[in-house]
């Protein structure tokens, strides 16, 4: 009998023994499903995996709140746009959820440059095809300003970020290096010029100014010893010639000396010089110049009245002459009011 309740003992304490040993291994079997994120943040074009832990993958469903912003299949996240949206896991009639943001992917394009003054119109195009672009933005308006349909304009030397975004939230970026006008003239003439009797580099052309009536050949010159240009301009009327030279420094920081001549012609045998003055940074062409006669005679009435006629003449072809050449005109070389 003794031995009897010995054995039914033993047993007991095999089943007590077995039953605190299952427990945790039932408890473990049931966890609840968790999501590996709750939260995520990719770039355009880039993907994160999702996994719905404790599930069984195969009857996990899954969805986005904004399919043009992040798409999901099966777990797998991928960037569409720049924006936000919730993907959704869905297992046995309970939801789990992660909030995604996608940044845009910013590009950057090299650089372009230009003079001080001048414009042009920046596009973000696919092969042939124009692209939409929205946001301009520069990053030092003091050098170049660009609109909301993408006209940079060149403000003072040196260099700015231009940007914009496309409609998929990327950001294309430029750089801007706004030139110093002197020297890109400087270079063309000596490139791209002729060389006259004293060694200097020009260039030149003959125009018609409509507001004068009259015809002007115009030249500028470059004299490198005084770093300065030289601006020229012989005109036609009733067989005299009238030359008009204006030396600008290079380096705009005084007034400029102003010369204005009347040479000996077959109808004129008047030979006389007159000078005068004039600041590039405020003069306009309304303004009206006082030349002193240097030499010669003429009545003061005539000298100021036609020099300030060949004086505005002048420097309209002047301009003319250095956007048709160079691709800027006097506003970039200092003339601030022209």
Known sequence: MLKGKKLLAYVLSCIIIFTVFAVPASASAAAKPKLNKTKATITR???????????????????????????????????????????????????????????????????????????????????????KANSWKSSNKSVATVTSKGVVTANKVGSAVISCKDKYGDTYKITAKVKDPCAVL????????????????????????????????????????????????????????YVLIMNIPYKLTKNA???????????????WGATASINPASYTLSQSVYFDLANG???????????????????????????????FGLKAMGFAKF
């Open 45 to 131: 074009t880039k993907s994160v995996k999702l996994k719905l832990k404790n599930a069984t993958a195969s009857k996990v469903k899954w969805s986005s709140s904004k399919k043009s912003v992040a798409s999901v299949s099966k777990g797998k996240v991928t960037g569409k746009k720049a924006g936000k949206a919730t993907i959704t896991a869905k297992y046995n009639g309970k939801s789990y959820k992660c909030k995604v943001t996608v940044k845009g992917r910013t590009i950057k394009k090299g650089s372009f440059s230009l003079c001080r003054t001048q414009k042009t119109t920046l596009q973000l195009k696919n092969g042939s095809k124009v692209l």
């Open 186 to 241: 400087k270079n063309y003439i000596i490139k791209n010029g002729n060389i006259d009797n004293d060694g200097y580099y020009y260039i030149g052309k003959k125009y018609y100014d409509e507001n004068a009536e009259n015809y002007y050949t115009v030249f500028v010159t470059y004299d490198s010893s005084k770093k300065q240009f030289q601006f020229e301009s012989d005109s036609e009327y009733d067989d005299d010639t």
């Open 257 to 271: 000396p102003l010369f204005y001549f009347n040479f000996v012609s077959s109808t004129n045998t008047t030979n």
């Open 297 to 327: 005679s003429d009545v003061d009435g005539n000298l100021q009245s036609f020099g300030n006629i060949d004086l505005r003449a002048s420097m309209r072809c002047w301009n003319t002459l250095l956007n048709d050449k160079v691709g």
